[in-house]
């Protein structure tokens, strides 16, 4: 015991935690070098990366270990989650799983990053890889030949004028595929240009995630689905989440999820300029809750502003929605310039009648982050 | 090695890393353990609950080790700050540190929840906590004598008639206290109606919280501020922040942070259902990003719509804020129904120089909170 320690009451125990601390991180550091064995063999035998069964096994006995030691199982889970996700980012430093025989991809805007993404991806599984960007259709024939696939990843506005030009130098079994944020438009455009098989997806992540795994593809057959068979394996093989829907419906649905967020964003932003209320010093008088909408907005003023252009003025049918729910909040606002509180509290019952279920799902969940939020950054 | 092992290449690795994962979680309950005796000295010596200072050190010393470890630092802080979140939490199951000698203090209102929060803690850091609630106003000199302070911690539309009904009870060195979610009219209320040391309060927490460390208290100084240099000390020993402003600022703060956030979730959630959008369904088409907003909006619908209510309809000076918040609605909707991007650029080219540096610290907490939430729920 030295002098620091006499003098300290808290040195003897702190010394033990931070001794604890460090055989944790060993562990960890062993933890990953396991794993990368067993991506490694993961690879090798092309097993997938994400087994939704297997990890709901290892939460659900880790949860009842750590109610034997006396843990709460919440926070243990919420521990091994965390651990578990460092994994499948780990998992993305290596080589994937392939499904089948390696195949030949185009990329059509691939030095786009949603394009290099997936690029990426396909070539460390083992896939061939072309890109094909403004520069290099002078040599699209060269490029297209022989190709298993083609994607086009271009921004919404060039997706059609690109489709009507790379088709014609597709060879009639190619895959024709594009990632764009509609699907209705792209969709029919391919079929009209293209006579093979056709699948309209949207990637529902952003470009800087460390790997695929959890995420979410949406998927809109067009033609000849069974030709893309091996795509669909592909993705699950890398631990996607699929979800299949007809074009209009991912359209309509885009409308509220990305086209009206992306709106309110600017629109929150925009006014709380109007009223001289700086971020920074909102932070002075935010809740963890305000703190997480503030960085929600917030997030959009470091982004591409004609990418959001673009999402937002998608079409006509967006600026209609758009146009509604401005309509939507000059009646609400009639409950406020009349000061009818009763009114509103009808409201709100509809709207939770209307949520059912989902509300308690939605509290439960955005505890979470909230919690998560206080641990990490109000300090 | 068992038959399953011999067929499954994954199985003994696999077992490593589950036995990995008992060693880690025996190593935390060890951890909790010696907490519980870091507590007990805390609460013994008067020592303050959460220290950044310690916290900053622990987290830099865990950050280099990671890097000597070959993992991640960022993921390395990340984990340490759950494993310490969850320390906190910890420490409320114990008793807590007192600033200075025992004092009494009356709650008025202590059966809501917030009151309860706040009286179970005052309780346990020694403190002797007194109630009155709507049945015991034939008792109230009764409760009123030798209080060191008094909290009035009622529903909005009911604190400034429950203040008068108290004031005169009070001694005149009583510290007159409120948590109200509104400053002015209270603290004037308090300052109008009780000669002695007043102090406006609003805790910037749910009554969920697990205890009050990192949490914020916002404190509107009202008269003799000398007389609650006890409790601030006591607030800081819980390791709560304080920001202390004048009550107008934090009232139209409020109206920005409360009032708009709970109105537009209301407006949200109303439009989706005028647009016949399930939030179930919604979550297929949901990016981890949209995922969050979709449960920062649903988690309102899981509370108390009288309670909302009382915040969006506050006062005058708060209709009026989402009034001009609707006229600011309709001048941006004029770029939707114009169909002018380049306008819509331009307003968010404004809007970014106006958030600053502010946007680049919103895209890496918001990134954070998404990757969690991908991490903990999207399966």
Redesign the interface.
């Known amino acids: 015991m030295n002098d620091s320690q006499r003098d300290d009451?808290?040195a003897g125990?702190?010394g033990?935690?931070?001794a604890?601390?460090?055989?944790?991180?060993?562990?960890?550091?062993?933890?990953?070098e396991?794993?990368a064995?067993?991506v490694a063999?993961?690879q090798r035998?092309g097993?997938p990366i994400f087994v939704?069964e297997r990890?709901?096994a290892?939460v659900a006995?880790?949860r009842s270990?750590?109610v034997e030691?006396?843990?709460?199982p919440d926070?243990?889970e919420?521990?091994?989650?965390?651990?578990?996700?460092?994994s499948r980012?780990r998992q993305s430093t290596g080589a994937f799983p392939r499904a089948g025989r390696s195949r030949t991809i185009l990329f059509v805007g691939g030095r786009g990053r949603m394009g290099a993404l997936y690029a990426g991806v396909f070539a460390r599984s083992g896939h061939t890889v072309r890109c094909l960007d403004e520069g290099d259709w002078d040599r699209v024939d060269e490029l297209c030949a022989g190709c298993d696939a083609a994607v086009v990843t271009v921004p919404i506005r060039a997706t059609e004028a690109v489709i009507a030009r790379l088709a014609p130098h597709l060879g009639a079994d190619t895959l024709l595929l594009d990632f764009t944020s509609r699907k209705s438009a792209p969709l029919a455009a391919m079929l009209d240009a293209h006579p093979g098989p056709v699948v309209g997806l949207h990637p529902?992540?952003?470009s800087?995630v460390q790997n695929l795994s959890?995420?979410?593809m949406?998927v809109c057959p067009g033609r000849q689905p069974e030709a893309a068979a091996w795509l669909g394996e592909q993705f699950r093989l890398w631990g996607m989440?699929l979800?299949e829907?007809p074009a209009a419906r991912?359209d309509e649905?885009?409308h509220?999820?990305?086209g009206?967020?992306h709106?309110?964003a600017?629109?929150?932003?925009?006014?709380?300029?109007?009223?001289d209320?700086?971020?920074?010093?909102?932070l002075?008088?935010?809740?963890?809750?305000?703190?997480?909408?503030?960085?929600?907005?917030?997030?959009?003023?470091?982004?591409n502003?004609?990418l959001?252009?673009d999402i937002?003025?998608a079409d006509d049918g967006r600026?209609a929605?758009?146009?509604?729910?401005?309509a939507?909040?000059?009646r609400?606002?009639e409950l406020?310039?009349d000061?009818d509180?009763a009114g509103?509290?009808a409201?709100?019952?509809?709207?939770?009648a209307?949520?059912g279920e989902?509300?308690?799902?939605?509290?439960t969940?955005?505890?979470?982050?909230?919690?998560?939020?206080?641990?990490?950054?109000?300090?």
């Open positions: 009451p808290l125990p702190r033990r935690i931070d604890i601390d460090a055989r944790i991180l060993a562990l960890l550091a062993e933890r990953a396991l794993l064995e067993v063999t993961k035998e097993l939704p990890e709901a290892k006995a880790f270990a750590a030691k006396g843990l709460d926070w243990a919420d521990f091994l989650r965390m651990v578990m996700g460092a980012a529902l992540h952003g800087d959890k995420q979410l949406i989440r979800a829907m991912h649905g885009m509220l999820v990305q009206l967020r709106f309110l600017l629109l929150h932003g925009s006014f709380l300029m109007n009223q209320a700086r971020p920074q010093q909102m002075d008088l935010s809740s963890p809750i305000y703190r997480a909408e503030l960085m929600m907005t917030g997030r959009i003023f470091a982004q502003p004609e959001y252009a937002v003025f600026r929605v758009l146009l509604e729910f401005l939507h909040h000059e609400l606002a406020v310039r000061d509180k509103f509290v409201e709100f019952e509809r709207v939770r209307f949520f989902f509300a308690e799902q939605a509290l969940e955005s505890n979470y982050l909230i919690h998560r939020l206080a641990d990490r950054f109000a300090d």
